[in-house]
């Protein structure tokens, strides 16, 4: 079974967590736990229609290498018997709008009360407090906010939603999952767990640490599409080859800029000068020109590898067939289904590969039985329908 302790594998082995199912960084990063071998039970509704996407459970990629117990928590048995499973978990996940599990009784408080080494991870957009806590938003809302979907985009157009990597996953998820593994440190020091309060426009906000220090440093502008790391520079831009696939030209370092004039069999000073943007367009419009006189192939075979910093523009397909990404590994076929393999690696204890995304509540019992409940108490909550799936038209 995915969440089956004795199976699991990597440096959170042994370590049992609780995800209350729900949507975006929630379960992106339960995959990252159980990907680095928690055991990690997924709390999914009776009838989780209308949840997300809606994808059948074989696409929920997000959804490996778990088990999912189906409870339904406006049931007061199901609460009692998720109260319980906290009583042998390290951690529990939770998604929802600031308040909802203090109404359901499955907030902190009762938790941390009834295992107070538990590290009790959230996941808001807004966080658990200020005047927008309670406001409904999407990835596309928190990075505006945090000033990172302003600074993407061309210089003539509008800001361009960078897919929902920077808030759901990136700003959220991962920020949830980094925060949980050093609340679990902390426990296992100390006994005592806490809550995680991780926000998507707090993780957006760090994201652009940098960005921050650049800006004040005056060296990097407000305008979109002006600056070194935005497309505004010659010398880290994409551009289009004969063939119209694109190839990512990121020579930042004079020394690079040097060895790509060398391989075009242009003077090696040629791009010397573009410490000053007043030479950009120029810049830009010769190596436009010369990048859409071959194909994208063509360029890899002279450039790929090199420190040139030139490398392909790929797809999702491609990236997967990749002869580095092959020599890495770097992808799994889980059920049929190309995804992500487990990241990052670790020497000692490797995490395991991926198992298929489980059905929602596909197993309720055994998963139950396993976390310590008799099998009565099972068989009593299946009765109720406190637990189980429900058939859905």
Known sequence: ??????????????????????????????????????????????????????????FDVCGRSRRSV????????????????VRGADALIEGFRPGTTERLGLGPEPCLSANPRLVYGRITGWGQDGPLARAA??????????????????ADGVPVPPLNLVGDYGGGGMLLAFGMAAALAHAARTGTGQVVDAAMVDGASTLMAMFHGLRAAGQHGEARGTNLLDGGAPHYATYACRDGLHVAVAPIEAKFRRVLAGALDLPADTFDGLADPATWPEASARLAALFAGRDRAEWCALLEGTDACVAPVL???????????????????????????????????????????????????????????????????????????????
Request: proline content about 11%; overall charge negative; some cysteine.
């Open 137 to 154: 938003g999407h990835d596309l809302n928190y990075i505006a906010l945090a000033g990172a979907l302003q600074a993407i985009g061309p």
């Open 70 to 85: 189906a409870l339904d928590l406006k049931h007061p048995d199901a609460v009692a018997c998720i109260l319980d499973l």
């Open 315 to 393: 797809t999702l397909a491609e990236a997967a067939e990749h002869p580095h990404a092959r020599a890495r590994g770097a992808f799994a076929t889980v059920d049929g289904l190309v995804q992500p393999a487990p990241a990052p690696r670790f020497s000692a204890t490797p995490s395991g590969a991926p198992t298929p995304t489980e059905p929602p509540g596909a197993s309720t019992q055994a998963a139950l039985i396993d976390w310590g409940l008799p099998p009565e108490r099972v068989a009593s909550l299946l009765a109720s329908g406190a637990a189980g799936a429900r058939a859905t038209a």
């Open 1 to 58: 079974m995915a969440g089956d302790t004795g199976r699991r594998t990597g440096p959170l082995a042994g370590l049992r967590v609780i995800e209350l199912a729900g949507i975006g960084p929630g379960p992106f990063c339960a995959m990252m736990l159980a990907d680095a071998g928690a055991d990690v039970l997924r709390i999914d509704r009776p009838d989780p229609s209308g949840l997300g996407l809606d994808l059948p459970a074989r």
